[in-house]
């Protein structure tokens, strides 16, 4: 079965740095835009980042403008989400998705366009 798998979630205080993984089993993740979402407590999945399949186009929400560096690295599988300056409003579960926009990354971070799997998330917690 088709799994994406999120790491390197973790508790870190603010100001501070994560840098997220996302690795496919069974499937090769430059056929796919990927993009991160997170997750608030109480709150509704909102878009993060996104970048399409050969890194060509990103989009980010603006919350995370500036902070947030999504990368890839198609060799190895992987896609990353660098988090710096880290506030407490970025804690969340972290989810990254694989699909194919047909209206590119800024819609499938915005309303999930083309979005064909999930991973099952990885917790981020920005406290002191």
């Known amino acids: 079965q088709l799994q994406l798998v999120e790491s390197g979630g973790g508790l870190v205080q603010p100001g501070g740095s994560l840098r997220l993984a996302c690795a496919a089993s069974?499937?090769?993740?430059?056929?796919?835009?990927i993009g991160w979402f997170r997750q608030a407590p109480g709150k509704a999945r909102e878009g993060v980042s996104c970048?399409?399949?050969?890194?060509?186009?990103?989009n980010y929400a603006d919350s995370v403008k500036g902070r947030f560096t999504i990368s890839r690295d198609n060799a190895k599988n992987t896609v990353y989400l660098q988090m710096d300056s880290l506030k407490p409003e970025d804690t969340g579960v972290y989810y990254c998705?694989?699909?194919?926009?047909?209206?590119?990354?800024?819609?499938?971070?915005?309303?999930?366009?083309?979005?064909?799997?999930w991973g099952k998330g990885t917790l981020v917690t920005v406290s002191s």
């Open positions: 998705a694989a699909g194919l926009p047909l209206s590119g990354v800024q819609a499938m971070c915005s309303s999930y366009n083309g979005i064909r799997y």
């Open positions: 069974e499937f090769t993740l430059d056929n796919y835009a």
């Open positions: 970048i399409s399949r050969f890194g060509l186009s990103t």
